[in-house]
Each structure stands twice: as structure tokens, then as C-alpha cells.
């Protein structure tokens, strides 16, 4: 007997690149269910070869559903976790919700996976910043290796990880800039065309934004609470894929070289690392696929036993809808929850 699986916030970017992963990877279902608010209610999403209409999730029923993946944002989700998990139907959330309760697993599953135990608390599953999600991938051998000590990131970041809105801005203002129209921000705080922007998410009180503070406390809470990290979060040009520039300081010595068999032999990760011209991945490869790409392995020489790399990671798989399907997959894989018994 298969699972049941409901997709809630069926028609947007996430969304959708979660029913779609489901279908690629076979996922053990035997029923999906697309759900979204009443506006969307009717609209047709694709799943494999199949449509589904959505559903509306105020009249839902999840007391037969065993898994809900949830990308609704962090209001619906503060709403409709709770609600959905005490049906018995565990949540696996993308919003930011639920990642900083102690009571909630924030699972990366190349990283943690054994950690997902602890959904049987509230029977949510959060799921960690897209920015956060490839960092920690490309992290965790070396970290095994060498042990961090600190990281500086500065990140380029899609504007698809600011949803649709963001998509469509990019793509109004380059037209608009080709045509001499207007070039309005709305979506963004400035011009996003031909352009780059530091700062994604609110300020907080001690300069940085709230970006950034989340690829620290999550860093934290995924890999290990010694971590020191400092981000610079920027918001660049680029329809999807996120990337990132990382420096590492370690407490252990460790050669580039090291560092480049490491990361060929772990989970999740793919090494293109040619000292060459092209000898590198772009967000634009990077776009549609499921891998952590590890580029620029080399020497920091500004601190003792220092590295730095080039990290790139389409940011609405394994920073999204991947990684909610890869936990859904470590539940059952680990025997955590079973089918349940549908009504004759």
C-alpha cells in the first residue's frame, strides 16, 4: 500500500516543483492531492503525465493523508501545521515557520537525516532557507574532516527565491529596459534588472538582514551550534539557481586537494573544478538540477588552514521541493511512518 500525499500551495513556484520531483523520483504514492486557497481552487497543476485540479485546503480532510508538503509561507503554515499534524498527517514545511522551534527536526537529509526522529513531537518537519540547504551539503564532509571553526558566505541569490512576483519583475524590467518603458520596482527595493541587491528580507537591529540570520542560526542548528558563520545575502539578476562564495576556516589543516576527494565521494554533492576557462558550474547549468555544485576549491591564505569554494544549487529543488521530498523518502526508508489504513 502506497502513501498519500498532499501539496499545499499547489500553484506556486515551490509547489509545483514539488509535484513535479514527486513524479520524477516515483515517489511511493497512491494518491497526491494538490491543495491552495480558495482563488486558486479548480486550477490545474501538472503531476507527471497526470493534471490535477486543486483542491480547497479550508474544506480538506487530512485525517486519511499521511504526508503534507506544505509551501504556503510562514502565516498559512503558523495556521495550518498544528492543525494538519494533529490529524496524524506528518508536515513537511518550507517556510520559516517552524525551523527555529526546538521542538521541530530542521533536516537536511545528506546532513542530519537521523534527526528527523524528532517530528514525532509535533509531527512537523521544517525544512531549512534555500541558501542554507547547499551550504550545509557542501559543509558537512569537510566539517567531518577538519572541523569548521568559522565561515564567511556571500551569496547570489535568484530572484525566483523571492517566488513569482520576483520571476516576473526581472522579466518586466528587461523588457521594459530594451523597449525604454518604465522600470518600476515593486517586488523589489530597487531595480533588479542589470543590477544587484544587498539585502533580502527585513533588517534587524544589529545591521544584518534576516537572510542572513537565518544562514547562521540554521547553520547552527543543521550542522553544529560551535560554527561561527557571517553571510552577506545578495539578491542578483539570475531566474534560478542560487549561488555562493565561501570561505572556510578550519581547525585541522586540509589541501584543496583534500578537500576536492572529500566532496567527490559525499552525498548529494558533484565536483566541476577545472583550473580552466569553463572549468566551472553557473547558476545557469545549474537549473534543473538536483546536485550541490562545488567549483573554485582552493587555498585561503588570509587564515591558518583556510579554504575557499564556489557553491551553486538550484534553490527550488534541493533548496525547496527537493529536499521536502528527499525527508519525505527518509521517513518511510527509515520505517518512521506507515500507510495509513484506508477505509473499505
Avoid at 491552495?36 to 485546503?57: N, T
Avoid at 543543521?222 to 534560478?240: E, H, M, N, Q, Y
Avoid at 572529500?262 to 569553463?278: H, Q, S, T, W, Y
Avoid at 547558476?283 to 550541490?292: I, L, Q, R, S, V
Amino acid at each position: 500500500m502506497g502513501y498519500k500525499v498532499a501539496v499545499v500551495g499547489a500553484t506556486g513556484n515551490v509547489g509545483r516543483e514539488m509535484l513535479s520531483i514527486l513524479a520524477e523520483r516515483q515517489f511511493p504514492a497512491d494518491e497526491v492531492v494538490a491543495l491552495a486557497s480558495a482563488r486558486s481552487m479548480g486550477r490545474e497543476v501538472s503531476f507527471g503525465d497526470k493534471i490535477l485540479k486543486c483542491k480547497h485546503l479550508d474544506t480538506y480532510d487530512f485525517a486519511d493523508t499521511d504526508i503534507c508538503l506544505m509551501s504556503a509561507g510562514g502565516g498559512p503554515s503558523k495556521e495550518w501545521s498544528p492543525r494538519i499534524a494533529a490529524k496524524g498527517c506528518v508536515v513537511i514545511d518550507n517556510s520559516a515557520a517552524w525551523r527555529y522551534d526546538s521542538d521541530v527536526p530542521l533536516i537536511v537529509p545528506e546532513v542530519n537525516a537521523a534527526a528527523v526522529a524528532g517530528f514525532k513531537k509535533k509531527n512537523i518537519i521544517a525544512n531549512p532557507n534555500c541558501s542554507t540547504a547547499q551550504l550545509v551539503v557542501a559543509l558537512k564532509p569537510l566539517h567531518d574532516a577538519a572541523t569548521i571553526k568559522r565561515v564567511v558566505v556571500s551569496t547570489y541569490q535568484s530572484v525566483s527565491g523571492a517566488g513569482k512576483d520576483g520571476m516576473e519583475e526581472l522579466d518586466r524590467q528587461t523588457k521594459a529596459l530594451y523597449s525604454l518603458g518604465d522600470v518600476s520596482a515593486k517586488k523589489f527595493t530597487k531595480r533588479i534588472a542589470f543590477n544587484v541587491i544587498p539585502h533580502i528580507d527585513v533588517f534587524m537591529e544589529d545591521g544584518y538582514t534576516k537572510e542572513e540570520w537565518k544562514m547562521m542560526a540554521e547553520t547552527k542548528k543543521i550542522l553544529d551550534p560551535k560554527i561561527k558563520l557571517t553571510a552577506t545575502c545578495v539578491r542578483v539578476p539570475v531566474f534560478i539557481s542560487h549561488s555562493e562564495a565561501v570561505n572556510v576556516e578550519f581547525e585541522k589543516p586540509i589541501t584543496p586537494e583534500e578537500a576536492r576527494e572529500i566532496l567527490r565521494a559525499a552525498p548529494g554533492v558533484l565536483v566541476i573544478d577545472k583550473r580552466e576557462n569553463g572549468g566551472y558550474i553557473t547558476p545557469h547549468e545549474a537549473a534543473g538540477e538536483d546536485a550541490t555544485y562545488i567549483s573554485r576549491i582552493r587555498e585561503d591564505a588570509t587564515v591558518e588552514n583556510g579554504l575557499a569554494f564556489w557553491c551553486v544549487s538550484d534553490n527550488l529543488r534541493k533548496g525547496a521541493a527537493l529536499n521536502a521530498v528527499q525527508i519525505a523518502e527518509t521517513l518511510i526508508n527509515r520505517k518512521l511512518i506507515q500507510p495509513k489504513k484506508k477505509a473499505a
